[in-house]
């Protein structure tokens, strides 16, 4: 079956613009997080979905992003007046249900370059 | 381009023989740890998980040991094959929290055929 997709695979993008990240879980699939992963770092939370609602958003860096899931499946990361900083791979991973009894199953992740 | 690892601790065996990658953790009240490869462009992917009530545990050609008492986790990967080049990460749940995973920094393992 098909995995965790995530579009655009790449987006470049300039200071001060705004731009939507989105992800496709797995089909079934309660749980859902993105990860923002910086060159030669390992992922860092950002969020956490379980179902429609935002279980855990600690790991959002500012107000400047932000993260829906309206319906409780696609995913889409949000990111205002982005900034060179903001730059990095940024992850999306599901799971059956919000306990690590359950996978983590990862997608290739999105690539955002802020010029 | 770039150059994924480029600050990364790195690991260099030869096709065959056995590799082993550490971890230290500084979190004391971390109670369930997993290894994840990842390969470049792609996600990190699951290896093996281990909890902190056990000190070893086994999979098909890898071995996870967890010492609490120095807060040190590893990985073995018997016969290490090319396809086993990867960069691999190390992640605890936060104490307190069932679902969210902290990422160590990597390490960058080539296998020499």
Known sequence: GAGVSQTPSNKVTEKGKYVELRCDPISGHTALYWYRQSLGQGPEFLIYFQGTGAADDSGLPNDRFFAVRPEGSVSTLKIQRTERGDSAVYLCASSFSGSLFYEQFFGPGTRLTVL | ?113
């Open chain 2, 1 to 113: 381009g770039e150059s994924v690892g480029l600050h990364l601790p790195t690991l260099s065996v030869q096709e065959g023989d056995n590799s082993i990658i550490n971890c230290a953790y500084s979190n004391s009240a971390s109670d369930y740890f997993i290894w994840y490869k990842q390969e470049s462009g792609k996600g990190p992917q699951f290896i093996i998980d281990i909890r902190s009530n056990m000190d070893k545990r086994q999979g098909q050609r890898v071995t996870v040991l967890l010492n609490k008492t120095v807060k040190h986790l590893s990985l073995q990967i018997a016969a290490t094959q090319p396809g086993d080049s990867a960069v691999y990460f190390c992640a605890e749940s936060s104490g307190g929290s069932n679902y969210k995973l902290t990422f160590g920094k990597g390490t960058l393992l080539t296998v020499n055929p």
